[in-house]
């Protein structure tokens, strides 16, 4: 990381982020019809999402609330009052010629959203300049293979809600930038606003980047800053920032061209080939003509609804991890990991950890062997077969001395591939409790059988009595092999 | 009684008491519209059978007993701006000849719920944009009352076509006076609602802060039986009022002692044709009979309405109007040169659209040719579809908005728009209606202002400040020039106050025969 210019990195790298979120709203921004994605081109589609004459929109009030929702958990400032623009552009996948979104009164501003790792290495805050609310478009294919030059457009995503958020160009290097993104992603997914699914197009990012040098005499040189498009996973954001740093510092090398001097550019990441590419840009700015949407009434957002949308809310990820690390004593990592699974999985794991009354032996559990089992398997942990309290009961029974972790362990997965309940599996593995006095017999057994183990013993080498361990668990898999190993040496003592 | 003799409310009785039946009903004005619509080209689209059908349909129902509808077997006449699924919606323009739209406008379905009989789709200037029906890419209106002259517009082929007795009632949208004015000039009555009074969804919109649905008739209680229908709120509008709507034609008898109307000497200021500036003094003399005090006022920011109005409404147009592009429905220019895209492979066009940092750029050389080749599909399409007036007002829209000019111009005029408001709010402070002129003239030959759109524009002076308000408005025929061209009166009342419009208007034609009045043209033959 680049936060301060150091030897390697003489520059400062300053990144602000774009991040369009589809909402998960059932039905579009302005219309009835499904958002759902992967139907066949042009069947989620009515008069208004088509922009046919005499259509009207008529707002979501679900898509607003999940957009208000997304900005109070960035801590940002809900306007009481907020309109609509029309943003006036031709392209065929916009049928109307202008994308309904919010200019000069987006629906909040002024928020911040922590990136924090565990381990303290990134902590920073990144200001949030605005949220606003705006409809998507279509999507457009270039069928430029039969030399037909057709041009194909899907309507299907016209209409749907978009949240776009806007930072503060705060982030100070790629891997902050990704991390960022991670946590926000989390967020979203947290509080219902979005999957944030990117294969699918419901998270977007754009990067804003550029370098400040430090020049001689204490003066900072500022690259122009680039933007870059078309990433498709948080990976390529970052990867697309290592690159164009790289680059534009070469460039500034070279060139010496500073900000201001020379036009914005857009650059396109291509991800196969690793590098970002100049696009074609227009000699003129864009001039998108916005004015108030008059279809649409201005939206007012009165206290007490706010109030009820927040309680709605529930807590996001860093305030979760602070609850869940305190309520249940379990180091920040835990916290961590178990949160960045989403809320389901922190709803499992309290469910457990209420069970079994010990946090940190639940937490160890969760890490240990359910995300293991559930990143092998892959699925949800509320389709996971092994639940709280059979896993509970299993972990209780260690506790208990009725058998010892590894043996646990074998339980667990005898539980998981059978789909029986634990009781089942501990009486088909011939599971039992073993007594002292068949510990005692067991053991004296074992004494008589090892005379050697008894000699090495009682000249002092404790350690050889983990030899009979193995003959004791031949002869009665249910034995506990650290009593086994206190019997012994007591026996030998008394010897 | 002829049918087309009867008014919309005797007609509506006549079948809902079996005296008449719809099919009878609507023959009859089929037949005229046959007879007479080849001199005046009131309609763009007649639909013949499908109103016969509606007709019969409604007598069976009333044979078998059912329910009839509050507008049973009335035949209505729709503008072409009102989106009808079963018959084309073109607005008067070559951009939409022969579209059909997939559903109908709000007000068409409240209609056809209520049992009219919807007979055809009226002749308007092109896309509501006009005051004289001589922007109609098929052909102008020509006024009943003389072929020769423009029955003004936009809803002129609304008026002419109730003028001359072809339809009893007709639906009209006004922008800037629209209904108001070819009212007038016509010799009907026409109203413009208060702003969110009727649903707009359905209309195509030029202006849509301006634009309102209303009814045309000939006389004040045949527009309150059709406004009643096509009045209240509609979920899918979201400017729709959501208020009761009250029963408009249960109060029109009550006399007008107590009532004040405006009167504002400006208005009969240069320019105001000496005919139509007696007829409008004796009008108010008329209602001072009937117990109205008539109290002169000011309305300061009246004179600055043209111009107001021709900056809003010219930018929320060139906005509205962008879908006219050729890309998905409308008239689309057949390729020419550079039409095909360099070959290359599927890809997607925008990667990251929604926020597309320059609008209509491609993503390196292999979409440079569709760019180009779509570029130059809409510029052809839009210069071959759209007629000179639309052009000039998407290009006024357009650079009124643009960049460095916004301020001075668009949002200037908002801000003159708010001062109107208060005027009439002022104003409704003193007085219950304003009465005026419709138009400073009572009528202009077919051309004789079609070279000159200054000229034009200032038709609308009386009418664009009631949309620029969002107020209701009416007009109505107050006599005739010595030519024996009808001279209009309009009334503007404070938002919703639709039941004191119609009212006043009433009273003034039980006093009045000047809405009786027909053209030579309706005449029957012997």
New interface residues.
Partial sequence: MTATPTAAAPFTTVIGL?V?VQLQTRTKLFCGCSTTFGAPPNTHVC?TC??????????NRTAFELAVRAALALGCKIAPFTKWD?K??????L?????ISQFDLPFSSEGALEVVDPKGALSRNVRITRVHL????????????A???D?R?DLNRAGTP?C?IVTEPDLRSPQEARAWLNELKLLLVYLGVSDCNMQEGSL?V?ANVNLHIPCDGGRIAKTPIV?I??MNSFRSVERALVYEVARQYEEWQATKAEMGKTPKQ?R?WDDPAGVT?A????EES??????PE????PVTVSEEWLAATREAMGDPPSVLREKLAAKWKIPPYDADVLVNQGRELVAYFEDLAERVGEGKVASNWMQQDVLRTLNERGGSIDAFPVRPAALAELIGRVAKGDFDTSRAREIFAEVLASGRTVDDVVASMGIAAVDDDELITLCRELLAANPRVVADVKGGKEQAAAGLIGQAKKKNPNVNPGKVRAMCLDLIRQM | MQPSDMSAVDLVNAVRQGDLTALRATEAFLERIERLDGQINAFLAVDREGALRTAAAIDDKRKSGKPLGPLAGLPVAVKDA??TSDLP?T?ASKM?AG?R???D?EVVARLRAADAVIVGKTNMDEFAMGGSNENSAFGPVHKPWALTRAPGGSSGGSAACVAADMAPVAIGSDTGGSIRQPAGLCGITGLKPTYGRVS??????F???LDQIGPMARSAADCALLLETIAGHD?????SLDLPVPAYGTDLERPLEGVRIGRVPAHFGAGLDPEVAHAVEEAFAAFRAAGATVIDIDMPHADAGVATYYLVAP??A??N???Y?G???GHRAEPGKG??????????????????????????N?????ES??VEM?CRSRAEGFGPEVKRRIMLG?YA???GY?DAY?AKALKVRRLIRQDYLDAFEKVDLIGGPVSATAAFKLGEKSGDPLAMYLVDLYTVCTNLAGVGGISFPCGFTKGGLPIGFQLQAPALAEPLLLRATDRYQHLTDWHRRRPAIAARPR
């Fill in positions: 774009e369009h008069p088509l922009g046919l004459p005499g259509s009207l929109p008529v707002m029309r006036n552009y031709f392209y065929p996948d049928p109307k010629g202008y994308q705006e409809e998507d478009a279509g999507k457009s294919m270039h069928d430029e293979g030399g037909t030059g041009t457009i978009l776009e977007r754009d933007e498009k078309n857009t396109g590419r696009q074609r840009h227009k864009s001039d998108y003509r916005y004015f008059p279809d649409l009434v | 009102l989106c919606t607005c939409l579209f739209p997939p559903y406008a707009r969804r359905g209309l195509v919109a202006a849509s802060s979920p899918g509008d979201a400017t930018c929320e060139s906005s109007l962008a879908r592009d890309a998905h429905y039409h095909r895209a360099e070959p290359g492979r599927l890809q997607p066009a925008q990667p990251v659209s929604g926020h597309r940092a320059e609008p209509g750029s491609g993503q390196g292999a979409s440079g040719g569709f080749a779509l809409y357009t908005l643009s960049a916004y668009y």
